[in-house]
């Protein structure tokens, strides 16, 4: 029986190595996604809770024991409403790179592979999709479906992320697919499934993956930019960017 090795002390080591600014930025990345996914279990108030109608706080108060980031304009709590805020951005996030991973690796990694008919219509129709403003366009496909469901803005923003992930594991593939042991095990005969599953695929994977980090803050700010607009989840469904234009008469008024 064969045992892996226990990662973490390898993971410890990284860690350590790491500059400072560096651990900084993971422990607050780590502590957002844990607060986001156990915001049920954490000593929070409710994010939609109104505490000026049963007179318990004050609209737009400061920070304080009470409420540690203040309230907003209706006396809802603040820390509440950005952790749980989070949520949709992070769902949103792990969709778009769930589906541009599986469905955008996959097909660049097979036609970059396979080459012919196959290649020229799959990138064709990624280009036409690429041609469009972003933002233009899932504006455009939220107005369409004509509701503003977590369900529906993941799937419509998923959707937009298949292309970019085509087109770095296409071109990633075209270079793999040149490497020698590619071309040795279709030499000896192995099937050219196996080779696509076992030799090409693997080999584009860390690719789309370092390429994922930098996408998922991208759908992040793109979410955010719905919500600011009103075109995200509906309210009172706490979202970043909704925070943000609500507050930006506060920050008027304190200007």
């Known amino acids: 029986m064969k045992f892996v090795k226990n990662p973490f002390p390898t993971m410890w080591r990284l860690y350590r190595s790491m500059p ?25 108030k409710d ?11 004050k609209v737009n108060e400061g920070p304080s024991i009470k409420h540690l980031l203040g309230t907003d304009d209706l006396s809802r709590d603040l820390l509440s409403r950005i952790i749980y805020g989070a949520r949709v951005s992070l769902t949103v996030s792990f969709v778009a790179v769930a589906a541009g991973t599986a469905i955008g690796g996959f097909l660049g990694a097979l036609v970059g592979y396979t080459r012919g008919k196959v290649e020229a219509v799959v990138m064709a129709s990624v280009d036409v999709i690429l041609a469009f403003p972003g933002l233009v366009l899932l504006l455009a496909l939220v107005t369409f479906m004509q509701t503003r469901s977590l369900f529906v803005i993941s799937v419509i923003v998923g959707f937009l992320s298949i292309p970019p992930y085509t087109r770095v594991a296409r071109a990633n593939s075209l270079s793999i697919s040149r490497r020698e042991f590619v071309l040795a095990a279709r030499a000896i005969g192995t099937p050219r499934r196996t080779v696509l599953f076992r030799e090409v695929i693997p080999n584009v994977l860390p690719s789309i993956m370092a390429y994922a980090l930098v996408a998922a803050a991208g759908v992040i700010v793109l979410e955010g930019s719905l919500a600011f607009l009103g075109l995200s989840v509906q309210p009172p469904t706490p979202t970043w960017g909704g925070m943000i234009n609500q507050a930006r008469k506060d920050i008027k008024l304190t200007l």
């Not at 651990?23 to 780590?30: A, D, E, R, S, Y």
């Not at 809770?49 to 318990?56: L, P, T």
């Open 20 to 44: 400072l600014t560096v651990k900084l930025g993971t422990i607050w990345i780590v502590a957002i996604v844990v607060s986001a996914i156990f915001a049920d279990l954490l000593p929070l």
């Open 47 to 57: 994010p939609n809770y109104q505490g000026f109608i049963m007179g318990e706080s």
